[in-house]
């Protein structure tokens, strides 16, 4: 699969869009229900969409599928799910074990759970059930880990047989000062940044024993006072939907910034914000010439930058851009999305 491949959708008009970034145009599209997730698999062999649908469109007999599509966007196979969480799209409601065996596709009905799929054998093996707990961030080749709304770490193994659901200690004040469920983890290693509304970064380690690092602040990374939770307190902050990207070789870490109070967290972001994640230090800083709600960075030796969003401006839609010097390359018009996937993240 092309490393510079973008598969961008997640909106309720059903669609996820296969781009080429190299040239922005499209290559093809998934025709998937409204508001579907969807994840790359690992070997970069198979596409696999969550999804939802009624056999008289708006009501009838719900079906909840996880579908199989290969490179060339061919349908492979279906596997029937026992539910799955249909609200605003989000990209860890679905998510793949780090060799590609399993699937997590996170439910609400109406207590949270995350029903686990064999896609050796394509069926639904199990459904572990995480109370107070959302969001599915995979590692390795059969644990998982979710946020939780006490301000911890929920995190599934699998032992004996069967998973076990164990907490960390609280590292985070879920009413003041929440962390985004947009927040990244690397599934082979289990490297985690959680971050938090006010622009705090949670480094964290996931594993049999999760270590979650002390905090360090975006702002004051970038030489900036702390962004704080009193009301009416303008600062940069993080926001918009998928609001932050990681390559992993670099350590670079991008996030949409946008000057804002607390709680402007769903405001699109006017700057991309550059960080080296092991010195604590903003790098650059990429003012954009339209909004975004959305960035994505690819996973190669010569990686591209995506944003999607909205706005009047000519990029309005999807952006290409150069991580190295934040100059806009190309842009397709029109393609936009709440949910984008990479070969290798």
């Excluded at 069926?123 to 995480?130: L, N, P």
């Excluded at 004996?160 to 004040?173: E, Q």
């Excluded at 985690?192 to 990374?221: C, K, M």
């Excluded at 230090?281 to 996973?299: C, E, G, N, W």
Aim: glycine content about 10%; charged content about 20%; overall charge neutral.
């Amino acid at each position: 699969m092309k490393p510079h491949r973008l598969l961008l959708g997640g909106s309720f008009t059903g669609g996820i869009k296969v781009i080429d970034g190299d040239t922005a145009r499209l290559e093809g599209q998934i025709q998937a229900a409204p508001a579907a997730n969807f994840v790359i698999d690992p070997g970069n062999k198979y596409f696999y969409v969550a999804e939802t649908m009624w056999t008289r469109i708006n009501r009838g007999t719900r079906q909840d599928l996880l579908s199989i599509y290969d490179d060339q966007l061919k349908l492979v196979d279906e596997i029937t799910l026992p539910g799955r969480l249909i609200s605003v799209p989000k990209s860890p409601t679905l998510d793949i074990s780090a060799d590609g065996k399993l699937a997590y596709v996170y439910n609400m009905q109406p207590a949270t759970s995350v029903a686990v799929v064999d896609l050796t054998a394509r069926k639904t093996t199990t459904v572990v059930e995480i109370p107070g707990c959302g969001m599915v961030y995979p590692w390795g080749p059969s644990a998982f880990a979710a946020l939780c709304a006490d301000g911890t770490l929920a995190t599934a193994m699998k032992q004996s047989g069967k998973f076990v659901v164990r907490h960390t200690a609280k590292f985070f004040d879920a009413e003041m000062d929440p962390v985004f469920e947009e927040s990244l983890v690397d599934r082979q290693t289990g490297r985690a940044f959680f971050i938090s509304y006010t622009g705090l970064v949670y480094p964290a380690q996931l594993g049999e024993t999760p270590r979650i690092d002390a905090p360090w602040s975006l702002q004051e990374a970038a030489g900036l006072p702390r962004a704080s939770t009193l009301p009416e307190y303008l600062a940069w902050r993080p926001g918009g939907g998928r609001i932050a990207a990681y390559h992993k070789a670099s350590g670079r870490l991008f996030v949409l910034m946008h000057a804002g109070v607390h709680w402007s967290h769903k405001q699109e972001g006017t700057e991309i914000w550059v960080f080296d994640t092991e010195a604590h230090k903003r790098l650059a800083r990429f003012a954009l010439s339209d909004a975004a709600d959305l960035v994505t960075v690819t996973q190669d030796a010569e990686p591209l930058l995506f944003t999607s969003g909205g706005g009047p401006g000519p990029g309005a839609g999807l952006s290409v851009i150069d991580p190295k010097t934040g100059q806009t390359l190309r842009g397709l018009k029109g393609a936009s999305g709440a949910i984008a996937a990479v070969p290798g993240y």
